[in-house]
């Protein structure tokens, strides 16, 4: 091919590319010129956030447990800020910052021209007030009010309402469809992350028109933030405070409940943990935290499952009775021993002769292992489902665990084991493979003191003012006990308080009749777990209490705690 008709060859392309070219262009002037035209202005347009405040967490009193307080953070407008040093040294000594800080956070900040940046945040408001008088002066700089979260009473209620913090990738994969984005602060734990979506606000902000180089033209408009909806709980903050001394410094968890209603009174768990620290990003607090041992993050009240030792004896009994293996005047010797086989089951003590209500009172094992081998393994399995046992008791609060309650069929399956009678043993006074929660046990010990309902424990009265719980309540079950057995049984649990040698009778010189079942169950690997609960006034039961320490040693050491607690209600008027 010849150089003239390689040449020609070479334009021809070039002239058929511009005209393709060319044929684009036009035609997306003519045909989706107005789409671009739309998408300049959008892309021009931008939001300037505004916080809402999250909302609080009352006490049934109106007590704020989690609101809000307001926080100062000085701003600096990047485009207006020509002289950004002299700006700095004169804010400098009113903030008592250096400029070198000062100019370092500045840097950091700067996402856009048009976005202030803040240089300080959490100042005083006395600082606040100083630099707004300097707004005249200095162009550019402002004072943002900004709602931050506040805890009044420090640790109180910390496991029954959480904590916030940064958003995590597993809960922003989880959470984005519903608006979250990587930058916000979320609930963890407790009622903040049980009702993040009604707690947590709606951005607000200014609408600004912007030019090419992200300078403010003008302002378009202005959307005002919505707050979060406030929640109310059942919690009285009195009560709570006083559960919460009493458990200071031990491990463990308490409970009150309204054996009428259901309401928690009060739900406390130790060791306990300092919300605000999040909040605060305290790195010495929050480094101890997270490398405590002693479980400072679990709510032992619903998420702790223990031995519940003698406390599950209410439950072996009603199994007894109403399946005719035992009645009121069913006698058993105790000698301080059972023998089965090889194996010796012990008492901690030599009762003699034993009737029912005797055997409760003084919480004699021989008694209990005799009846509960003629119950058997399945009905005491059946009749510890029917008062609540071996599932969650649906608070709505995170992380409830369900307890295990063992069985003939379940152990073949999971431990490819039979059912001995040394296992209907262990389970007839609350050992072997029983797990419970406090709350569990305190909401069977409801069922003796409201005449035999087994009730539905709920914490959150009502979100922004509205029951969440209206039209779909949750009738109570009716226990399986008979009026007879259930009057019988109740009485029994008196003498528990009542006999001079009643295992509770540490109570009985309260200034209130109380009833109950200690506990002292067999942990692994330390000392016994310490169970009391009981529900009192006797004759108008108002309140149920289930006191726990973890490794406390006895039974003894919880209805200790638990005279504090009632004597603290007591001295307060609360009873």
């Given at each position: 091919?010849?150089?003239?008709?390689?040449?020609?060859?070479?334009?021809?392309?070039?002239?058929?590319?511009?005209?393709?070219?060319?044929?684009?262009?036009?035609?997306?002037?003519?045909?989706?010129?107005?789409?671009?035209?739309?998408?300049?202005?959008?892309?021009?347009?931008k939001?300037i956030?505004?916080?809402?405040?999250?909302?609080?967490?009352?006490?049934?009193?109106?007590?704020?447990?989690?609101?809000?307080?307001?926080?100062?953070d000085?701003?600096?407008?990047?485009?207006?800020?020509t002289?950004?040093?002299?700006?700095?040294?004169?804010?400098?000594?009113?903030?008592?910052?250096?400029?070198?800080?000062?100019?370092?956070?500045?840097?950091?900040?700067?996402?856009?021209p048009?976005?202030?940046?803040?240089?300080?945040?959490?100042?005083t408001?006395?600082?606040a007030?100083?630099?707004e008088?300097?707004?005249?002066?200095?162009?550019g700089?402002?004072?943002?009010p900004?709602?931050?979260?506040?805890?009044?009473?420090?640790?109180?209620?910390?496991?029954?309402?959480?904590?916030?913090?940064?958003?995590?990738?597993?809960?922003?994969?989880?959470?984005?469809e519903?608006?979250?984005?990587?930058?916000?602060?979320?609930?963890?734990?407790?009622?903040?992350?049980?009702?993040?979506?009604?707690?947590?606000?709606?951005?607000?902000?200014?609408?600004?028109e912007?030019?090419?180089?992200?300078?403010?033209v003008?302002?378009?408009?202005?959307?005002?933030?919505?707050?979060?909806?406030?929640?109310?709980?059942?919690?009285?903050?009195?009560?709570?405070?006083?559960?919460?001394?009493?458990?200071?410094?031990?491990?463990g968890?308490?409970?009150?409940?309204?054996?009428?209603?259901?309401?928690?009174?009060?739900?406390?768990s130790?060791?306990?943990?300092?919300?605000?620290?999040?909040?605060?990003?305290?790195?010495?607090?929050?480094?101890?935290?997270?490398?405590?041992?002693?479980?400072?993050?679990?709510?032992?009240?619903?998420?702790?499952?223990?031995?519940?030792?003698?406390?599950?004896?209410?439950?072996?009994?009603?199994?007894?009775?109403?399946?005719?293996?035992?009645?009121?005047?069913?006698?058993?010797?105790?000698?301080?021993?059972?023998?089965?086989?090889?194996?010796?089951?012990?008492?901690?003590?030599?009762?003699?002769?034993?009737?029912?209500?005797?055997?409760?009172?003084?919480?004699?094992?021989?008694?209990?292992?005799?009846?509960?081998?003629?119950?058997?393994?399945?009905?005491?399995?059946?009749?510890?489902?029917?008062?609540?046992?071996?599932?969650?008791?649906?608070?709505?609060?995170?992380?409830?665990?369900?307890?295990?309650?063992?069985?003939?069929?379940?152990?073949?399956?999971?431990?490819?084991?039979?059912?001995?009678?040394?296992?209907?043993?262990?389970?007839?006074?609350?050992?072997?493979?029983?797990?419970?929660?406090?709350?569990?046990?305190?909401?069977?010990?409801?069922?003796?003191?409201?005449?035999?309902?087994?009730?539905?424990?709920?914490?959150?009265?009502?979100?922004?003012?509205?029951?969440?719980?209206?039209?779909?309540?949750?009738?109570?079950?009716?226990?399986?006990?008979?009026?007879?057995?259930?009057?019988?049984?109740?009485?029994?649990?008196?003498?528990?308080?009542?006999?001079?040698?009643?295992?509770?009778?540490?109570?009985?010189?309260?200034?209130?009749?109380?009833?109950?079942?200690?506990?002292?169950?067999?942990?692994?690997?330390g000392?016994?777990h310490?169970w009391?609960?009981?529900?009192?006034?006797?004759?108008?039961?108002?309140?149920?209490?289930?006191?726990?320490?973890?490794?406390?040693?006895?039974?003894?050491?919880?209805?200790?705690?638990?005279?504090?607690?009632?004597?603290?209600?007591?001295?307060?008027?609360?009873?």
């Amino acid at each position: 091919m010849s150089d003239v008709k390689r040449f020609t060859f070479l334009r021809g392309v070039f002239f058929c590319g511009f005209a393709v070219l060319l044929f684009f262009l036009a035609g997306m002037q003519l045909f989706r010129g107005s789409r671009f035209i739309e998408l300049s202005r959008k892309n021009c347009i931008k939001l300037i956030p505004q916080p809402g405040a999250r909302g609080s967490i009352l006490d049934r009193n109106g007590t704020v447990l989690a609101g809000n307080v307001l926080s100062y953070d000085v701003m600096v407008l990047p485009q207006k800020n020509t002289q950004l040093e002299n700006v700095l040294r004169r804010i400098s000594p009113v903030l008592h910052i250096s400029v070198k800080e000062l100019r370092s956070s500045f840097n950091k900040g700067v996402v856009a021209p048009f976005i202030p940046v803040a240089v300080c945040r959490g100042i005083t408001l006395r600082q606040a007030i100083a630099v707004e008088e300097l707004k005249t002066e200095i162009p550019g700089v402002m004072v943002q009010p900004r709602p931050v979260r506040s805890y009044p009473g420090g640790k109180l209620a910390a496991h029954v309402l959480g904590y916030l913090n940064n958003i995590d990738h597993w809960r922003l994969s989880k959470l984005e469809e519903y608006g979250y984005t990587e930058r916000d602060t979320v609930g963890y734990s407790g009622l903040e992350e049980k009702y993040d979506y009604y707690l947590r606000p709606l951005e607000g902000g200014v609408s600004v028109e912007v030019d090419h180089r992200g300078r403010v033209v003008r302002v378009l408009g202005f959307k005002p933030p919505e707050n979060g909806r406030d929640i109310q709980v059942t919690l009285d903050a009195g009560i709570q405070r006083i559960v919460e001394e009493a458990l200071a410094g031990r491990k463990g968890a308490v409970v009150v409940l309204d054996p009428q209603s259901g309401e928690i009174l009060a739900m406390a768990s130790s060791p306990a943990f300092a919300p605000e620290s999040f909040i605060a990003e305290d790195k010495e607090a929050l480094r101890s935290l997270l490398q405590d041992k002693d479980g400072v993050f679990v709510n032992r009240s619903i998420s702790g499952v223990y031995a519940p030792g003698s406390v599950f004896k209410p439950v072996t009994a009603a199994a007894a009775l109403e399946t005719g293996k035992a009645d009121y005047s069913t006698v058993i010797e105790c000698k301080g021993s059972l023998k089965l086989g090889k194996e010796e089951f012990n008492c901690s003590s030599v009762h003699g002769p034993q009737d029912l209500e005797h055997a409760i009172a003084h919480s004699c094992n021989i008694y209990f292992y005799n009846i509960g081998i003629l119950v058997g393994g399945q009905i005491m399995h059946d009749y510890a489902l029917k008062f609540g046992y071996g599932r969650p008791c649906g608070v709505e609060l995170p992380y409830e665990a369900a307890g295990l309650v063992p069985e003939p069929l379940w152990k073949r399956i999971y431990k490819l084991k039979r059912w001995f009678e040394g296992d209907s043993v262990n389970l007839s006074i609350g050992q072997g493979d029983l797990l419970v929660t406090p709350l569990q046990v305190a909401r069977m010990m409801a069922v003796f003191a409201n005449g035999g309902e087994l009730v539905n424990p709920y914490i959150v009265k009502n979100i922004g003012g509205v029951d969440p719980r209206s039209g779909r309540h949750r009738r109570p079950a009716r226990a399986p006990l008979s009026s007879g057995h259930l009057a019988y049984l109740r009485e029994s649990l008196r003498m528990v308080v009542e006999e001079n040698s009643g295992t509770a009778h540490v109570l009985s010189s309260l200034p209130v009749s109380v009833a109950g079942k200690t506990g002292t169950a067999q942990a692994p690997g330390g000392r016994c777990h310490a169970w009391f609960c009981g529900f009192f006034p006797y004759d108008n039961p108002r309140y149920v209490i289930c006191s726990f320490l973890e490794n406390g040693g006895s039974g003894y050491q919880a209805s200790l705690m638990s005279k504090e607690i009632i004597a603290g209600m007591a001295g307060k008027g609360m009873i």
